[in-house]
T-cell receptor
Framework: SQTIHQWPATLVQPVGSPLSLECTVE??????LYWYRQAAGRGLQLLFY??????ISSEVPQNLSASRPQDRQFILSSKKLLLSDSGFYLC?????????????FGPGTRLTVT | GNSVTQMEGPVTLSEEAFLTINCTYT??????LFWYVQYPGEGLQLLLK?????DKGSNKGFEATYRKETTSFHLEKGSVQVSDSAVYFC??????????FGRGTSLIVHP
């Protein structure tokens, strides 16, 4: 079966510090990968998605970046955090082709920028 | 482009009440439709889905029917429990890599 992991679960970082959040998927290959943020309210904001190694598409301009160094690894980074980067970050994956087309979400990382 | 509109929350109910959360969509073609549930402090979980018109998705007592004529996918449950308290997201996926989510509806069930 497939599983998706995110770490850390919670993080408190000062303004201006760097960030690295990691997401890994097990039990599948060549998935589509996604980073979302939930800030304050409940809505999901799509930040990045990837259809393959080294292929990253950004949905919103910001001081965050994403990388996919391996097929099932997706990393969210920042060189200098802002207060507005606080939120709940969710990673998700979806099969590229075949089968059902729903997304599967990780447990999330709660980031607080102080 | 695609869009999903959900009713504003929070929805507050007593245990064993009937639940309806409205969801309407705009999309070209024949998208797949989904309901996800998010419990406090957790990621989203797929609750149910429907892939073509008139399909009914169901899971854990929840149901939703894909109505193409009214472009709707309303979520219903006959008797809610306190444990159903969560945020519910309606979503669709058309032909692109990117799903479209509604803003979410918070459900609060009191004993």
């Amino acid at each position: 079966s497939q599983t998706i992991h995110q770490w850390p679960a919670t993080l408190v970082q000062p303004v201006g510090s760097p960030l690295s959040l990691e997401c890994t998927v097990e039990g599948t290959s060549n998935p589509n990968l996604y980073w979302y943020r939930q800030a304050a309210g409940r809505g999901l904001q799509l930040l990045f998605y990837s259809v393959g190694i080294g292929q990253i598409s950004s949905e919103v301009p910001q001081n965050l970046s994403a990388s996919r160094p391996q097929d099932r690894q997706f990393i969210l980074s920042s060189k200098k955090l802002l207060l507005s980067d606080s939120g709940f970050y969710l990673c998700a994956w979806r099969r590229q082709a075949g089968g059902s087309n729903e997304q599967y979400f990780g447990p999330g990382t709660r980031l607080t920028v102080t | 482009g695609n869009s999903v509109t959900q009713m504003e929350g929070p929805v507050t109910l007593s245990e064993e009440a009937f639940l309806t959360i409205n969801c309407t969509y705009t999309a070209t073609g024949y998208p797949s439709l989904f309901w996800y549930v998010q419990y406090p402090g957790e990621g989203l979980q797929l609750l149910l889905k429907a892939t073509k018109a008139d399909d009914k998705g169901s899971n854990k007592g929840f149901e939703a029917t894909y109505r193409k004529e009214t472009t709707s996918f309303h979520l219903e449950k006959g008797s809610v429990q306190v444990s159903d308290s969560a945020v519910y997201f309606c979503a669709l996926r058309g032909g692109s890599y990117i799903p479209t989510f509604g803003r979410g509806t918070s459900l609060i069930v009191h004993p």
